[in-house]
């Protein structure tokens, strides 16, 4: 299947920075992307859908002022996660969908704020 | 509305075959999904189903739908530890932009 690349695996950074998270389509072209954050044991939570070139839709309580997505091209989205605080600790996973019926996920990022 | 619900945790002994059970709401979700994901790791797509079948099967995978019920299974013939991991419906409603809802994980722990 198709590839999808998400980077770094793991980042500690100290409360009140920024961290950048990025997501790229190796083989296939992402008309859409997605944003999911997952709670130790628990199940994704969708935070955001991006399109390529337009502004990405936020799910109801997701503060778009802090988590910055950003789809520049068809094959990279990022994610920002601006003024960290510990309670953003979480484990984000991405996830890109061609024009067909499968979405791939990335690798996920663990990040920790201290 | 949407909810997607499991049971949080299974558990089986080598060869035998597991059961995963996932019951969803939304009537209009064209696809259903089965993800994999191991610790640390992000999701693997096992299998899915179009809404307007009643079974599908994939080597030692078998999945079942009950759309009257709204109710949709995982069998994995001949489990291996290998196995061991969380599974995940997901729906697919059919005005939602391609989003997916989770289910909240079917934690499969396989015995030696």
């Known amino acids: 299947g198709a590839v999808v690349s998400q980077h770094p695996s793991r980042v500690i950074c100290k409360s009140g920075t920024s961290v950048k998270i990025e997501c790229r389509s190796l083989?296939?072209?992402?008309?859409?992307m997605f944003w999911y954050r997952q709670f130790p044991k628990q199940s994704l939570m969708l935070m955001a859908t991006?399109?390529?070139?337009?502004?990405?839709?936020?799910e109801q309580g997701v503060e778009k002022d802090k988590f910055l997505i950003n789809h520049a091209s068809l094959t990279l989205s990022t994610l920002t996660v601006t003024s960290a605080h510990p309670e953003d600790s979480s484990f984000y996973i991405c996830?890109?969908?061609?024009?067909?019926?499968?979405?791939?996920f990335g690798q996920g990022t663990r990040l920790t704020v201290v | 509305g949407e909810d997607v619900e499991q049971s949080l945790f299974l558990s089986v002994r080598e060869g035998d075959s597991s059961v995963i059970n996932c019951t969803y709401t939304?009537?209009?979700?064209?696809?259903l999904y089965w993800y994999k994901q191991e610790p640390g790791a992000g999701l693997q797509l096992l299998t899915y189903?179009?809404?307007?079948?009643d079974m599908k099967q994939d080597q030692r995978l078998t999945v079942l739908l009950n759309k009257k019920d709204k109710h949709l299974s995982l069998r994995i013939a001949d489990t291996q530890t290998g196995d061991s991991a969380i599974y995940f419906c997901?729906?697919?409603?059919?005005?939602?932009?391609?989003?997916?809802?989770f289910g909240s994980g079917t934690r499969l722990l396989v015995r030696p």
């Open positions: 996830s890109a969908r061609d024009r067909g019926l499968e979405a791939f």
């Open positions: 083989d296939f072209q992402a008309t859409t």
């Open positions: 991006s399109n390529e070139g337009s502004k990405a839709t936020y």
């Open positions: 939304d009537s209009s979700s064209t696809y």
């Open positions: 189903i179009f809404s307007n079948m």
């Open positions: 997901a729906e697919n409603p059919r005005d939602s932009s391609y989003k997916l809802i």
